[in-house]
């Protein structure tokens, strides 16, 4: 079976400090989790309360961002970087994180542990589906990137990405049918939902600050984090380069790779390392003249990743 971590290379890393860099600090991941529905609920009630046409467009951005943010840390959770406790982390991380985004981590483990297994090859799911799709053919200019980009608002674009994401859960899922117990707290979490929603007179809202968020700027900041680690001016030909690290903005991290999901490279070597320590990481792997030399690095997602994704 093919890898793709640091066990492939021959890298002079301090084994000590990255020892360091592999410890959980769930609170760390717990408040994270908190603090992004605070920021959507609140936004929500902020919006609703004053609304006006411009503070529900600035609300969808917010409210698409942190459900990309949760669904980073349900990423963190799939490699067991949440709770030592993996069934109770499984079933925090699924409440919290994934059935609110309509999908679980038993879908999704299995396609992500392959994606890392088999990367930018045809085994790879992740990979098996995007070749060949318009939106994934790159060089491309920045008016066609922007223009697919922007083509996410009219809730069309996201709903075909829905379809996709379970397409490409299924290639990897299909042969392990859930039983009726693992089925049960997706059941009860969703039943429970629609009970509250139902009390509370609250669809109409549902329906403006989740639904549409969800099949706009979500999978709107999903297509740009997924062109970004493993698309555009990437050489393939090392293990360094096979997806980039981007470095960026404040702004750019709140709206498009949150909870350090920029530094992607280091996540691929090392898989095992929380989002929290991955600037320690890059910094440790950066003092390597092997890995600074030859590691794909970009600053900025506007304007170092778009003069990459351009022609």
């Known amino acids: 079976m093919a890898t793709h971590t640091a066990r492939d290379l021959d890298l002079n890393i301090d084994k000590a400090r990255l020892k360091e860099l592999y410890a959980t600090t769930p609170y ?9 529905w605070f920021i959507i609920l ?12 411009l503070l529900y467009i600035l609300a969808i ?11 980073i840390l349900m990423h963190d959770a799939t490699h067991f970087r949440f709770l030592k406790n993996r069934k109770l982390s499984d079933l925090l991380t699924n409440i919290f994180c994934m059935y609110p985004l309509f999908s679980s981590l038993d879908k999704y483990r299995p396609n992500h542990l392959k994606h890392h297994q088999h990367l930018n090859t045809d085994d790879d799911p ?39 994401f379970l397409k490409r859960f299924n290639i990897v899922s299909s042969k392990k049918p859930q039983s009726f117990n693992q089925k049960l707290p997706k059941m009860i ?30 999978f709107m900041f999903q297509y740009i984090r997924s062109v970004a680690e493993h698309f555009g001016e990437l050489e393939y030909d090392h293990l360094l380069t096979n997806t980039r690290t981007i470095k960026m903005s404040w702004i750019e ?29 890059h910094n440790l792997l950066m003092s390597l003249p092997e890995y600074k030399h030859k590691a794909h690095v970009t ?12 022609r």
Do not use: C
Not at 64 to 69: D, F, K, L, T, V
Not at 203 to 215: C, D, G, Q, R, T
């Open 61 to 71: 951005l917010i409210i698409g961002a942190r459900m990309h943010a949760l669904a």
């Open 28 to 36: 760390r991941h717990a408040v994270a989790m908190a603090t992004n």
């Open 189 to 218: 979490f969703y039943i429970i939902a629609i009970v509250l929603i139902s009390v509370l007179g609250i669809w109409k809202e549902f329906a403006l600050y989740w639904v549409i968020p969800y099949f706009s700027t979500f």
């Open 42 to 53: 609140g936004t929500a009630y902020l919006t609703a309360t004053y609304f006006h046409p």
């Open 253 to 281: 991290r709140f709206f498009l790779a949150p909870h350090n999901v920029g530094y992607h490279l280091e996540h691929h070597l090392y898989p095992g390392v929380p989002y929290y320590h991955l600037p320690a990481l």
């Open 126 to 164: 992740d990979w098996f589906v995007k070749i060949g799709r318009k939106d994934f053919e790159f060089p491309k200019s920045k008016q066609e990137f922007l223009l697919t980009v922007f083509s996410y608002f009219t809730l069309v674009k996201g709903f075909q990405d829905a379809i996709w």
């Open 299 to 310: 600053h900025g997602f506007w304007q170092g990743l778009m003069n990459e994704l351009g």
